[in-house]
């Protein structure tokens, strides 16, 4: 395979990763993967928390993609190089940027990188598994539409 289509499939694999994770984190970890994921909801104590074994599972399918993409069929080692640099981006922006789980603060103020912040903390601004808003991790829906959504469902 050449360059460009290795570099396309990494591509599409990062941005098909988003999809992914909106749907996982909407129907699994807010649905029957609550168990988990409501340790994120909820204060922590410490380093880590219950709903980092997602990031585990995944890393463990990616790592299973490069085994057998390198043994039996290529383009699956360029999928997975696709979802280690979503994985890496998930962690710099979630993670880090959002949560501020590395040593230093910084929060944007202005531009996309606030808009992801400010998206995701409305989505922290219910503890419950129901009725939260923007699922994404990379892209974030306008905060002001968010905000009419939460303020709509919390009229219901």
Same mark, same amino acid.
């Given at each position: ?13 990062? #941005?098909?990763? @988003? ?8 129907? #699994? ?8 994921? =409501? ?5 922590? @104590?410490?380093?880590? @928390? ?9 890393? &463990? ?21 696709? #979802? ?20 230093? =603060? ?26 939260? &808003? ?23």
């Amino acid at each position: 395979m050449t360059f460009l289509t290795n570099t396309l499939i990494v591509i599409v694999s990062i #941005i098909a990763m @988003e999809g992914f994770a909106w749907l996982a984190h909407r129907y #699994i970890m807010h649905g029957w993967g609550w168990g988990w994921h =409501r340790s994120h909801h909820e204060p922590t @104590e410490g380093i880590f @928390e219950v709903n980092d074994l997602y990031a585990v599972v995944f890393g &463990v399918f990616a790592m299973g993609l490069f085994i057998i993409g390198s043994l039996y069929w290529a383009p699956l080692w360029y999928i997975a190089l696709g #979802i280690t640099i979503y994985g890496l981006l998930y962690g710099f922006v979630h993670d880090g940027l959002v949560h501020q789980r590395w040593p230093f =603060r910084y929060f944007p103020k202005d531009g996309y990188l606030r808009r992801l912040v400010v998206a995701h903390k409305l989505h922290h601004a219910l503890q419950s598994r129901d009725g939260c &808003v923007s699922f994404g991790f990379l892209y974030a829906p306008d905060p002001r539409k968010l905000k009419a959504r939460l303020r709509a469902s919390r009229s219901e």
